[in-house]
């Protein structure tokens, strides 16, 4: 059965710290790949999302990530963190031929806490 | 536009109860569907849509039912309430009959406790 793996569960940073959250996914087949966050209180929202084509992709808020296709892993990064980064954040992923029934399959989430 | 809409944003319940949870959506999307978020689990998936009148389970349906009226409206259904169904429950939609190949919105919540 397809899987995604967060590495880091909780994770404190102080502010201007750098950041990389990994993400690794079991999966037969081509993926969609994607990071949500949900901010304290609030619902999910897409921060970036990979189909195809480059696999470095930038997304809201000066966050990034990387497709590794040979380590299957979607990893999280910021070059400097902002206390307002203080938030849940989830790696997702989806078969690219699936229909609905996969749904998204996401990681149990990474709890980031932003000191001042 | 609106967006994903779900009422209630907070419920309690007694064992054994029934309820609905509602969930709409104003930007005509043809997929719909349930997810529940548990402390370090993650969302599963409950039930999807894609499309008016059809519906599907997805990876944690059991004590659940929906239904699919309207492109519009989706809800949720907890015929006979279990301690186990206390989560937080998102609805999210996207276009297309397929979740796969765009983004999901997702709605606010609703924050369900089952004593």
């Known amino acids: 059965a397809q899987s995604v793996s967060q590495h880091n569960h909780h994770v404190i940073l102080s502010e201007a710290a750098s950041l990389e959250l990994g993400c690794n996914y079991s999966?037969?087949?081509?993926?969609?790949l994607f990071w949500y966050v949900q901010y304290p209180g609030q619902h999910l929202q897409l921060l970036l999302k990979?189909?195809?084509?480059?696999?470095l992709v930038k997304g809201i808020k000066g966050f990034e990530a990387e497709f590794i296709k040979s380590k299957f892993s979607f990893n999280l990064r910021k070059p400097s963190v902002q206390w307002s980064d203080t938030a849940e954040y989830f790696c997702a992923v989806i078969l690219d031929s699936g229909g609905g029934a996969d749904g998204l399959t996401f990681g149990k989430g990474t709890h980031l806490i932003i000191q001042p | 536009n609106a967006g994903v809409t779900q009422t209630p944003k907070f419920q309690v319940l007694k064992t054994g109860q029934s309820m609905t949870l509602q969930c709409a959506q104003d930007?005509?999307?043809?997929?719909m569907s349930w997810y529940r978020q548990d402390p370090g689990m993650g969302l599963r998936l409950i039930h999807y849509?894609?499309?008016?009148?059809?519906?599907d389970q997805g990876e944690v349906p059991n004590g659940y039912n929906v239904s699919r009226s309207t492109t519009e409206d989706f809800p949720l259904r907890l015929l006979s309430a279990a301690p186990s169904q206390t989560s937080v429950y998102f609805c999210?939609?996207?276009?297309?009959?397929?979740?796969?190949?765009?983004?999901?919105?997702f709605g606010p919540g609703t924050r369900l406790t089952v004593l």
């Open positions: 999210a939609s996207t276009w297309g009959t397929s979740g796969a190949h765009n983004e999901q919105f």
């Open positions: 990979y189909f195809s084509g480059d696999p």
């Open positions: 849509s894609v499309g008016a009148g059809i519906t």
């Open positions: 999966y037969g087949g081509t993926v969609n």
């Open positions: 930007m005509n999307h043809e997929y």
